[in-house]
């Protein structure tokens, strides 16, 4: 039982209501995780609408961003977040358990193309130590080909994971799949 009062599909009036529909319509059901945000139906419609954002964009892969939202989990110690995105790599990212406990072990070894692994490596560096990041690790990433926006995309979509892992953690979100 989450530590805050959240609002089941069943029970959801309004624009709560309207953003559930959106969500089982892309998913099949509303993930506790975000049932988590319900309570406040402002800080619903910015993360489901961060989430779209993410689902569409044009340079950062599916299984770079759920790599970056597994492994930053991983830091914060955020169990839903680790297995929801275990979960997805297998089942819409189409990888292996092995590729993903070597993945885990060292993210080096992650099976992405040399481009996503600059950006995987980024993000979990600067989301571990922000200030460890200097000008070298940019001009990495741009000669990969990343361009300043989608740096700035990818080093966002860590730092909200932080976020995310720090509100589920709090609320003591159990686990739905």
Known sequence: MPLLNTVTPE???????????????????????????????????????????????????FNLLAMIRMLVSIETHCEYCVGFNEALLINMGGLSLEQIAATKNNPHDAPLSDKDKAMLLFVVK??????????????????????????LDGLSHGANMLAGDTVLNVMKIERDF
């Open 11 to 61: 029970n959801a009036q309004g624009q709560v209501k309207e953003i559930y529909d959106q969500i089982a319509a892309a998913f099949g059901s509303v993930p506790n995780a975000l049932q988590a945000y319900s309570s406040s139906p402002a800080q619903l419609a910015s993360h489901w609408q961060s989430i779209g954002y993410y689902m569409q964009h044009p340079s950062l892969s």
């Open 126 to 151: 600067a989301t571990a130590d922000s200030l460890s990041v200097n000008k070298a690790d940019i001009a990495d990433l741009r000669a990969h080909g990343w361009s300043d926006g989608d740096i």
